[in-house]
């Protein structure tokens, strides 16, 4: 029998008329001696700490228990006093670290305006009489977001000045961002100059500069994007579906030529391009020519010639005169425009090597060499022989002889070059140019000649030293043989080694290439 009491509890244990008691214990909130009278006494559980009441409530004692009594608001209100407290320090802390940045970027941007030149840009612009106002200052935001974060997606291609983005801005326009390497202070000159130079230029066949920025590390130029490649690639390219005839290539030379002639003599004042070749001719979707990559030109005042102590322009297209006097006049790129219509009529590389000997010959020497020897059917490009018209492929030929003159007062200026394409355009039955020049003595042969064994030399230099470093490269970057001569050959051709990330042929430069890109935008 068991006996529940206030205080404790016992099992009743009786023997006939005796009563024992035994196995007693105190109740839950008791404790004490359950076998003596009052021997269980109350626990005072708030005392002990062995209430579970909530923050904010407080604990009362009773026999054999506790309660807890008071409001949960006061809890509640500390609770989200706290909550709101912790959110407003970690707004705080977020909101001071993002102007922080926000600073330092303003202070990083405002650094790279002036190391970039931003001061003496903008000081050139001012001073310009071009169309300053058409020429736009991107901010870099735009540009990330046109180019979306300059990804990797978007490159056309890389070259020696930088690399070019295909971007999208926010009007639905497409266009090319050249994004330059670190440059140091004459690399500063050259970006400076291109920016200053193309906003002074209008004109249908010179690709149009829309903008530039300067708020990063390396400065961005902003170029409309033309679709259709460079000429180089149309020219020297296998394709199954060649559509580069004759009077498409004729239509090119008179474009280039009607842009340089702008640049000589119409443009606010004399530019140079300095580079002149088939892979800074980019085509539209129409196949017209526009002149692109500025990096090197030059504006000068009237009756003034550039000197320079460095020799730049591309192997095969660099004016002899230009080797022996570093003095770089309009005749200069008259040169290098005859070397391009001797490409466009023989569709041979500037440079190529001579298997047999390994000797390396410009095209220009090729060329001088077939007019001479009355052999201009034998270089003709064997893809425009059915549909040309011979008297204007000899009218053409004419004039580029005229053009690769070894001294520069032998050669036509570029309005006259222009002129005479244009006549040889609409009058194909005349195969005689119309520019009056002095016939050469037998002492101005023999210059020509010593002048081109000289430049043959210095171009064969230049390529071997390429080729060298592309070899030494090779052997210690890649595990197997480095190039035979017979791949050195297609090096030299432009055919193997010297191309971009998408295959484009680069043809090897005396100054570091600017190469062209997928769709033909400079680099």
Same mark, same amino acid.
């Given at each position: 029998m068991v006996e529940r009491r206030t205080k404790c509890i016992c099992e009743i244990v009786s023997n006939r008329s005796e009563i024992i008691y035994a196995n007693c214990v105190c109740n839950d909130g008791y404790i004490g001696n359950p076998y003596v009278v009052d021997g269980c006494v109350d626990i005072d559980e708030c005392k002990m700490s062995l209430y579970t009441c909530e923050e904010g409530q407080d604990c009362v004692n009773t026999l054999g228990h506790y309660k807890c009594v008071g409001d949960k608001t006061k809890s509640i209100l500390i609770g989200v006093g706290s909550g709101f407290g912790v959110l407003a320090l970690v707004g705080g802390v977020w909101w001071l670290r993002k102007f922080l940045i926000k600073r330092r970027m303003e202070k990083r941007k405002k650094k790279f305006f002036k190391?970039?030149?931003?001061?003496?840009?903008?000081?050139?612009?001012?001073?310009?009489?071009?169309?300053?106002?058409?020429?736009?200052?991107?901010?870099?935001?735009?540009?990330?977001?046109?180019?979306?974060?300059?990804?990797?997606n978007r490159v056309l291609g890389h070259g020696g000045q930088g690399t070019v983005y295909k971007?999208?801005?926010?009007?639905?326009?497409t266009v090319a961002v050249k994004k330059s390497k670190v440059i140091d202070e004459d690399k500063l000159q050259e970006f400076i100059n291109e920016v200053v130079i193309l906003s002074q230029i209008n004109h249908r066949h010179v690709v149009k500069l829309l903008g530039c920025c300067l708020e990063t590390e390396v400065p961005i130029l902003v170029y409309e994007f033309i679709l259709n490649g460079n000429l180089f690639q149309h020219i020297h390219e296998d394709s199954d579906d060649y559509t580069m005839i004759w009077k498409m290539r004729l239509l090119i030379a008179v474009d280039v030529a009607g842009a340089l002639s702008y640049l000589h003599s119409s443009a606010s004042s004399p530019i140079y391009h300095r580079d002149i070749k088939s892979a800074n001719i980019l085509l539209d979707e129409k196949h017209r020519a526009k002149v692109a990559d500025f990096g090197t030109s030059r504006s000068i005042t009237i009756d003034q010639t550039h000197w320079t102590t460095i020799v730049s322009g591309t192997v095969g297209y660099v004016d002899p005169e230009y080797y022996r006097s570093s003095q770089y006049t309009d005749k200069s790129d008259v040169y290098s425009f005859g070397v391009m219509l001797a490409e466009l009529i023989t569709g041979d590389k500037p440079v190529i090597m001579v298997q047999n000997t390994r000797e390396i010959v410009s095209l220009a020497d090729r060329f001088r060499l077939a007019m001479k020897e009355k052999r201009l059917s034998d270089i003709i490009d064997a893809r425009i022989k059915e549909d040309c018209k011979p008297e204007q492929v000899m009218a053409v030929a004419n004039l580029a002889l005229v053009c690769?003159?070894?001294?520069?007062?032998?050669?036509?200026?570029?309005?006259?070059?222009?002129?005479?394409? !244009?006549?040889?355009?609409?009058?194909?039955?005349? #195969?005689?140019?119309?520019?009056? @020049? $002095?016939?050469?003595?037998? !002492?101005?042969?023999?210059?020509?000649?010593?002048? #081109?064994?000289?430049?043959?030399? @210095? $171009?064969?230099?230049?390529?071997?030293?390429?080729?060298?470093?592309?070899?030494?490269?090779?052997?210690?970057l890649v595990p197997h043989d480095s190039p035979s001569l017979v791949e050195a050959s297609e090096v030299v051709n432009g055919s193997s080694g010297l191309t971009s990330e998408h295959g484009n042929n680069l043809t090897p430069e005396i100054k570091e290439e600017a190469a062209t890109t997928e769709t033909g935008t400079p680099v």
């Open positions: 190391r970039n030149g931003g001061l003496l840009l903008q000081q050139e612009l001012n001073t310009s009489d071009g169309n300053v106002e058409k020429t736009r200052i991107f901010s870099s935001r735009e540009l990330e977001k046109a180019t979306e974060n300059f990804s990797e971007g999208m801005l926010v009007d639905g326009r690769l003159s070894s001294k520069g007062k032998k050669r036509p200026n570029m309005r006259e070059v222009f002129t005479e394409l !244009e006549r040889i355009c609409t009058s194909p039955a005349d #195969s005689q140019v119309q520019i009056h @020049v $002095d016939e050469e003595d037998e !002492e101005e042969g023999e210059e020509e000649e010593e002048a #081109s064994n000289m430049i043959n030399k @210095v $171009d064969s230099l230049v390529l071997w030293l390429r080729l060298l470093l592309q070899m030494l490269n090779h052997y210690f």
